[in-house]
């Protein structure tokens, strides 16, 4: 997975920005098409200290969700 550098807060100009785990409830699922049921991972979010404005929201371990083997190019 590539790196993101984000430095300051898009809304607000805020270069305060914390990482945090999203709640448990708010995971990221997929029920893909082909065989293999329900797929879950983890979901971080950065946070802008200043405004509160969740500027990016990710998974860490992508591969749990599409493994390289199923993924297709767009």
Do not use: H, N, Q, W
Request: overall charge positive; charged content about 30%; aromatic content about 8%.
């Amino acid at each position: 997975m590539k790196e993101v550098k984000i430095e300051k807060c898009p809304f607000c100009g805020g270069e305060e920005l914390i990482e945090t785990r999203v709640a448990s409830y708010g995971g990221a699922y997929l029920a893909p098409v082909t065989k293999g049921g329900l797929r879950s991972a983890v979901l971080f979010a950065t946070v802008c200290r200043d405004c509160g404005s969740v500027v990016r929201t990710y998974c860490k371990e992508p591969e749990k969700l599409f493994p390289k083997k199923e993924r297709r190019d767009c």
